[in-house]
């Protein structure tokens, strides 16, 4: 007897080299590149200090959105959120490598950001299979990794329509609305009814790249 098991994030079946696994393997490679993107002297974290540098607020700097009332101090709110030592992104991050570690009866001693995020990434692999909470994770990694870059002007690009919404209406007429990936959701939605549907991995690359059949 074979179950039919999903990816807890995208809601896609996992194919029977992914069986036991918590989240499909392109999954985890987005979280993968997530914690990448945030880490390093390039990375997002850096460039939230980056974006307080009184040097760097005028023209360059983050942009914030709103009414033209809004008092300008130079220094945008969500990157000081971001940056806050309770709650901000390193505060999440440390948070889950304490308790993975904990989980992992290993020893956890090296809480600099770096270090934090390159411990996540090493052990994706274990957290994919055993950690309980798994999709919350990934989720949570997305979710960071979208707030810096719209914090530090780098909003996530406009990703095309990724396919047609074949929800049943009430009137027993297709809905047709347009499909969207939301990355850091990992759901695809639609952008009429709401309605989410299974990811699709192959017509979000071809609608990326362009090379829609
Ligand atoms: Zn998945
Ligand atoms: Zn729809």
Excluded: K
Aim: aromatic content about 6%; glycine content about 8%.
């Amino acid at each position: 007897m074979t179950t039919l098991a999903r990816c807890t994030s995208c809601r896609a079946a996992l194919r029977p080299d992914e069986r036991g696994r918590q989240g499909c393997l392109s999954c985890q490679e987005i979280v993968y590149r997530g914690l990448r993107d945030l880490s390093g002297r390039t990375g997002l974290y850096a460039a939230l200090s980056e974006a307080l540098s009184p040097s760097r607020s005028g023209a360059d700097g983050p942009r914030t959105s709103g009414g033209a009332a809004e008092p300008s101090l130079g220094v945008d709110s969500r990157v000081l959120d971001l940056m806050s030592p309770t709650t901000g992104v390193h505060a999440v991050l440390l948070s889950w490598a304490t308790d993975w570690a904990r989980l992992m009866h290993r020893p956890f001693d090296d809480p600099r950001f770096n270090s934090v995020c390159r411990g996540l990434a090493h052990h994706l692999g274990w957290a994919v299979y055993h950690h309980p909470a798994w999709a919350d994770f990934a989720t949570e990694i997305g979710l960071q990794v979208a707030l810096c870059r719209e914090a530090i002007g780098q909003a996530p690009r406009r990703l095309p329509a990724v396919g047609t919404c074949r929800t049943l209406l009430t009137d027993h007429t297709q809905c047709g609305g347009d499909l969207h990936y939301q990355p850091d959701t990992i759901t695809t939605r639609c952008r009429a009814c709401h309605t989410a549907a299974p990811v699709d991995w192959r017509a979000i690359h071809a609608a990326v790249t362009g090379t829609a059949a």
